[in-house]
């Protein structure tokens, strides 16, 4: 199975900062990853499919890239909203997986 | 647009068996990936597993406790989970991803269930 590594677990940050996330893969994930928000008590809300491709409604300030088994989710001015976790899942393999997880607090 | 809510009982017993189903209202394409995630509380995102009419496959680490199935009318799919823990109290999702979409789809409300006798 692909393994999913995410970094940083946490990171702190302040309004209007640019914040970058990484998801690196054991294997090559070709572009079959995302990106997903999730805020407490809510469900799960895609921001990013296919490594790049912004989700309808998504802030362009949202953006994806990378390919093989790097890839990085990029906030290019972090908004009050934006607070939240952040989790990446492939689909390359025969069972899907998460991250597991990365949360952007306050500083 | 695609709705999806999740029902079932909030509470089952530690070694019984926890039956979830997802209630899906508008036009769904039953060759998607009608799917099940769950998160445990204060835990990460956990895929169960996921099926279509023509594949089903889960989780190596639950498949032997898992069933997914999906309704032929294409309105419902549901979960089954066998031999319950105290681990398994999470909240759980019902999902459907577009097939070749690399994550689009939608995902239901969740729904707690919490084992404990």
């Known amino acids: 199975d692909i393994q999913m590594t995410q970094s940083p677990t946490t990171l702190s940050a302040s309004v209007g900062d640019r914040v970058t996330i990484t998801c690196r893969t054991s294997?090559?994930?070709?572009?079959?990853l995302a990106w997903f928000q999730q805020k407490p008590g809510r469900a799960p809300k895609l921001l990013i499919y296919?490594?790049?491709y912004l989700d309808s409604g998504v802030p362009s300030r949202f953006s994806g890239s990378g390919s093989g088994t790097e890839f990085t989710l990029t906030i290019s001015s972090l908004q009050p909203d934006d607070f939240a976790t952040y989790y990446c899942?492939?689909?390359?393999?025969?069972?899907?997986?998460f991250g597991q997880g990365t949360k952007v607090e306050v500083k | 647009q695609v709705q999806l809510q999740e029902s079932g009982p909030g509470l089952v017993k530690p070694s019984e068996t926890l039956s979830l189903t997802c209630t899906v209202s508008?036009?769904?394409?039953?060759?998607?990936?009608w799917s099940w995630v769950r998160q445990a509380p204060g835990k990460g995102l956990e895929w169960i597993g996921h099926?279509?009419?023509?594949?089903?496959r889960y989780n190596p680490f639950l498949k032997s406790r898992v069933t997914i199935s999906l309704d032929t009318s294409g309105t419902q799919f549901s979960l089954r989970l066998t031999s319950v823990t105290a681990a398994d109290t999470a909240v759980y999702y019902c999902?459907?991803?577009?097939?070749?979409?690399?994550?689009?789809?939608?995902w239901g409300q969740g729904s707690l269930v919490t084992v404990s006798s």
């Open positions: 296919k490594v790049s």
């Open positions: 294997q090559s994930v070709d572009h079959w």
């Open positions: 099926t279509d009419f023509s594949d089903t």
């Open positions: 899942q492939q689909f390359r393999d025969y069972w899907w997986t």
């Open positions: 508008g036009a769904a394409d039953t060759t998607h990936h």
């Open positions: 999902a459907i991803y577009f097939r070749g979409q690399g994550g689009r789809g939608f």
